[in-house]
Structure formats: C-alpha cells, structure tokens
C-alpha cells in the first residue's frame, strides 16, 4: 500500500460491486496469499481499456484468472492472451474464464513467460503482472509485437513505496526493488514509448508506444 491507508481503504470502498464470480475470486486470493491485482489499480486498469479500445491483449501472470476476467470485462471485443507457469493456478484460472462465460476468446498459456512468443502474435495493449525481477525481459520480449499506439501497463512497479526508500527494504527484497527501480528508469528513457507513473494500489506504469510520426518529431 503506497498512499495513506484510510485513502486506499476510501478508494476501494468506491469501486462498483463486482461480479459474484470476482468477488468469489478476492476472497479466495485474500485467503490463500495469491497475488491479485489490487482494487484502485483494477479500476484504473478497466479505465484505461475502455478508453483504449484494443482488440487484442497479452498478460503476463495469470494466477487465478482475476485481472485477466477484469479485462475481458473492460474490452469485451478484445481476444486475450494470457500465460503463467503454475499449472494449479492456471487449472483454477481455466475454470474461472469458464465461469466469466469468455473462455472462447481467452487463451491460456502454461509457458514460461521468458521464452517468448512467435512473431505472428500481435497486441493491443500489454499488462505485465509476473515476476517483478523480470519487468525488463518481459517489456524487451513483447514490446516488438505490440502495435503502434498500443499500451503497456505494469502493475507493482512502485513496490510498497520500496523504490523510493530502497534503504528501508529487507535484504531479501533489496534485489528487486533494485531491478524495479531500472526497469522504471528503462520506462522513461526508452526511445519508443511515453510512461507515466500512478501511484495507485502498488504503483502502476503507463506506457504508449510512439507512432512513426511522433518519433520523428
């Protein structure tokens, strides 16, 4: 939690009722200690895609199938992509499309997000929410088959407020608040996209990648 608690808590408090099945799906993560996208950030999110309108999404961290049914819900035009390597979650994240009624135009992937896609996959829209120490191989990986004026959104990049105080992180967590403090920086400075930063749930980047145009302005 990056902001003030009772702020966080308010702002939670206005996002609309969900579904039974995603409010089903945030007890269980809350039971279970399963990462899910946070609420305010899920808004956001939703926000961003009805305002995008892509036709075609990769996410990177299935899980349970949480944010990948948020988006589904947001752009219900859009054929998703989604993919993870634990085959329990993605057992349970299967069922849970099934459920949402979107399983024909989700595919789930049980594939090491590391490895890549074909170059025949195209994208809309990106959202990364995996394993935070490999931000910067994900965006290097996708970035090249997502189109132009496509967006990029990474969840947890602010990392309970860690990258600004990294002093304050435990040894153990002082890796990745190091190597999310340089994929922000990677962010910024990269030639084919404009990031700006939210500092909502755990921090959310959003990224456009230029036009041809814009470059050359």
């Given at each position: 939690?990056?902001?003030?608690?009772?702020?966080?808590?308010?702002?939670?408090?206005?996002?609309?009722?969900?579904?039974?099945?995603?409010?089903?799906?945030?007890?269980?993560?809350?039971?279970?200690?399963?990462?899910?996208?946070?609420?305010?950030?899920?808004?956001?999110?939703?926000?961003?895609?009805?305002?995008?309108?892509?036709?075609?999404?990769?996410?990177?961290?299935?899980?349970?199938?949480?944010?990948?049914?948020?988006?589904?819900?947001?752009?219900?035009?859009?054929?998703?992509?989604?993919?993870?390597?634990?085959?329990?979650?993605?057992?349970?994240?299967?069922?849970?499309?099934?459920?949402?009624?979107?399983?024909?135009?989700?595919?789930?992937?049980?594939?090491?997000?590391?490895?890549?896609?074909?170059?025949?996959?195209?994208?809309?829209?990106?959202?990364?929410?995996?394993?935070?120490?490999?931000?910067?191989?994900?965006?290097?990986?996708?970035?090249?088959?997502?189109?132009?004026?496509?967006?990029?959104?990474?969840?947890?990049?602010?990392?309970?407020?860690?990258?600004?105080?990294?002093?304050?992180?435990?040894?153990r967590q002082r890796p990745m608040v190091e190597k999310?403090?340089?994929?922000?920086?990677?962010?910024?400075?990269?030639?084919?996209?404009?990031?700006?930063?939210?500092p909502v749930g755990d921090g959310l980047a959003v990224?456009?990648?230029?036009?041809?145009?814009?470059?050359?302005?």
């Amino acid at each position: 939690m990056i902001t003030n608690p009772a702020i966080e808590e308010y702002v939670s408090g206005l996002v609309p009722a969900r579904s039974s099945l995603l409010t089903r799906m945030e007890r269980e993560a809350a039971d279970e200690n399963i990462p899910i996208i946070q609420l305010p950030s899920a808004a956001v999110m939703r926000m961003l895609l009805l305002l995008h309108r892509p036709a075609s999404i990769l996410e990177i961290g299935t899980a349970i199938g949480y944010s990948t049914i948020w988006m589904a819900e947001a752009a219900p035009g859009a054929r998703i992509v989604t993919m993870d390597i634990d085959e329990e979650r993605l057992a349970r994240a299967r069922a849970n499309v099934a459920e949402a009624g979107c399983e024909k135009r989700i595919e789930i992937l049980s594939r090491d997000a590391t490895l890549g896609l074909p170059e025949s996959y195209r994208f809309d829209c990106l959202f990364i929410d995996a394993a935070k120490g490999q931000y910067r191989t994900f965006l290097d990986l996708y970035l090249p088959l997502l189109r132009e004026g496509g967006l990029v959104i990474s969840d947890n990049v602010l990392f309970r407020g860690l990258v600004a105080t990294p002093d304050e992180a435990s040894k153990r967590q002082r890796p990745m608040v190091e190597k999310l403090n340089a994929y922000n920086t990677h962010l910024l400075q990269h030639p084919d996209l404009e990031t700006t930063f939210l500092p909502v749930g755990d921090g959310l980047a959003v990224s456009i990648k230029k036009r041809n145009s814009e470059e050359a302005l």
